[in-house]
């Protein structure tokens, strides 16, 4: 099944670049849903996961 926590850090990102595009007036609160989705996905990654963590976290700090 893979590492829910991954999926739902990533799902997250997703949500939060397609409210930023939208201009969403939920933006904001979607990129803080993702980081803490973020976080809590990096504490229980393994070291690919991580390093793809660390990409979306990337993608999430081009949105601010």
Known sequence: MG?????EAR???MNAKQAASEQAD???????IAK????????HSNVAEKAQLRQ?????????
């Open 3 to 7: 590492n829910r926590l991954f999926q």
């Open 56 to 64: 979306l976290q990337e993608e999430l700090e081009q949105l601010k």
């Open 26 to 32: 939920h933006a904001a609160e979607a990129i803080a």
């Open 11 to 13: 799902k997250a990102v």
């Open 36 to 43: 803490n989705a973020l976080s809590s996905a990096y504490a």
